[in-house]
Nanobody
Framework: VQLQASGGGLVQAGGSLRLSCAASGRTFSSYTMGWFRQAPGKEREFVARISGSGGSSSYADSVKGRFTISRDNAKNTVYLQMNNLKPEDTAVYYC?????????????????WGQGTQVTVSS
């Protein structure tokens, strides 16, 4: 299984970015996909997840109302639309695919991870 994240960059506070994560090597639509992030000096934390069908999603409180997770199962790709970005959103963002039948927010439930993409928000 391979996950390739892209779309990070430098943006001013209040701006937007869209992250993408292309997956291969697994029946994409059968698995929950998640986004996590790790800021300098901090532990990695959950950001958002979406079920295999795309019918349900969940967000961390810190991003609720600003970020939207979506997926295109025909393209084996999951997206994270990030609006109204804040300096505290600065982090390396990782996509991950869940273990079979898992649909929750804990890192232990995800078994394959992308390489990460840097998001930097300037004030």
């Amino acid at each position: 299984v391979q996950l390739q994240a892209s779309g990070g960059g430098l943006v001013q506070a209040g701006g937007s970015l869209r992250l993408s994560c292309a997956a291969s090597g697994r029946t994409f639509s059968s698995y929950t996909m998640g986004w996590f992030r790790q800021a300098p000096g901090k532990e990695r934390e959950f950001v958002a997840r979406i079920s295999g069908s795309g019918g349900s999603s969940s967000y961390a409180d810190s991003v609720k109302g600003r970020f939207t997770i979506s997926r295109d199962n025909a393209k084996n790709t999951v997206y994270l639309q990030m609006n109204n970005l804040k300096p505290e959103d600065t982090a390396v963002y990782y996509c991950a695919t869940s273990r079979a039948y898992y649909n929750n927010n804990y890192e232990s439930g995800y078994d394959y991870w992308g390489q990460g993409t840097q998001v930097t928000v300037s004030s």
